[in-house]
Structure formats: C-alpha cells, structure tokens
C-alpha cells in the first residue's frame, strides 16, 4: 500500500520560515521524480517545486531564491525548506511521486502567512 504524507505546515508571520517534509511509503523512491505543489482558495493547483532522481530541480518563478527541495533516498523524505514567507504563499501544499504510469498524491498541509 503506498502512503505519501505531509507535514510541517503551519500558521507563519510574513518574513518567517518554515520546512515541510513528506515521507513516502510502499514505492521504490528513489526511482521516483517528487514534487511540491500548493492551492490557494478559489485557485487551481500549481507545481512550486520538482526534484528528479538524479537531482535535478525546478521551481515555480515565484519562489525561486526562497524555497528549496530536498531528497532523502535513505529516509524516503522530501523536504521543502521555505524562507522569507509571503501571504501570497498561504496554500494548501501537496506532495506529489511520479514514476509514470504511478502517480501518487498526499493529502496536503496548511501554509498560512499572516500577521
């Protein structure tokens, strides 16, 4: 049975920071491409950052120079370290494991940035 579980959200001042991590059980991970994605209210999902197998990484524009994914083959984990938050942030943030035809989706976390 594969689980993909999130966690680290949390509600965070503008400015702040803070790291989601998601562990993923029953697939071969390190095979598997993984990826953040959020959705905000009345918005649809949008990727926010993609890590391959080999390392590769991308980032949605509008993070780029503030979050950062991570791998760990050994623990099965992906982690997403975010710094100078935004309102604009505030999303549900999912964690996605690719290895087509298998795609799997994790329940998300909450990401809140206020004051």
């Known amino acids: 049975q594969v689980q993909v579980v999130e966690s680290g959200g949390g509600l965070v001042q503008p400015g702040g920071s803070l790291t989601l991590s998601c562990s993923a059980s029953g697939i071969r991970f390190s095979t598997y491409a993984m990826a953040w994605y959020r959705q905000a209210p009345g918005k649809q999902r949008e990727m926010v950052a993609t890590i391959s197998p080999n390392l590769n990484r991308n980032y949605a524009d509008s993070v780029k120079g503030r979050f950062a994914i991570s791998r760990d083959n050994a623990k099965n984990t992906v982690s997403l370290r975010m710094i100078s938050l935004k309102p604009e942030d505030t999303a549900v943030y999912y964690c996605?494991?690719?290895?087509?035809?298998?795609?799997?989706w994790g329940q998300g976390t909450q990401v809140t940035v206020s004051s």
């Open positions: 996605h494991a690719l290895n087509p035809p298998n795609a799997y």
